[in-house]
């Protein structure tokens, strides 16, 4: 059965005691990107060092849905249902058209490339947030080695003039994001003490209009980093971390933890009540049913 940790009590009522944590697949080299499609009824996820996207499929399993991928990273839907995927290989974010066409929605800013986008999220009035670190470029274990020409940011991209703006510029190594259910505030982890001492938590900004606030610390994650989160219908926030999935409320507290086997690099809500959590961690795929449903458009 599953390993819990209950910090909370609340954290207990979110989970269920009979429903398994369940290896969906393994024997690949480091996924993550999870992307729930219900209307096709599978789940996309990248297998970033083996340059592919694959599909999961209850019943059938994994099949590749795209290889190569061009080393994608994260992956969301927009407010149309299509595919939008941060790119490595090419530094960019595309869409996937519904003909299955492909259309470039960033992949440079004030003259220079990108670094390598890494997470991204659509919010409600179809503007395309994403970070873009470094990471994809560090090695080719992930993309290619190559020359940093911007910061790493978080940029938007107005959904119709597709003028796009910096909005994040105060981490080290901007990676997992996501809005709060009302979208007053944007939650944006950083992860630079992947590479060094520097700082790991996740920073929480006011949304101000089409701006940011000022952002302030939220929660501090260990072990390990909050590379990718998402949010539930109650608020709180499902985090990535070294030793499973944490669940922090509103107010910053670790309620508990959903220990996972293998490092835990970002998750997804699906299944038809999107009371299902996706995990991708290290070389495999999990699954666990809570008894919380995930916010998440479409
Ligand atoms: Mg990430």
Redesign the pocket.
Known sequence: MSDFEIVDPAFGTYVLGNAPLKQLATGFDWV?GPVWFGDADCLLFSDIPNNRILRWTEGTGISTYRAPSNYS??HTRDLQGRLVSCEHGTRRVTRTEHDGSITVIADGFDGKRLNSP??VIVKSDGSIWFSDPHYGIKTDYEGYKSEQELPCVVYRVDAETGEMRVMVSDMNCP??LAFSPDESRLYVADTGRMFSDDPQHIRVYPVEGEGLGAGTLFHTVAPGCA??FRFDELGNLWTSAGDGVHCIAPDGRLLGKIRVPEVV??ICFGGRAKHQLYITASTSLYRITLTVSGVQRP
């Open positions: 993550e990273n994260g890494n997470d990676n997992g590379d990718g690099s970002n």
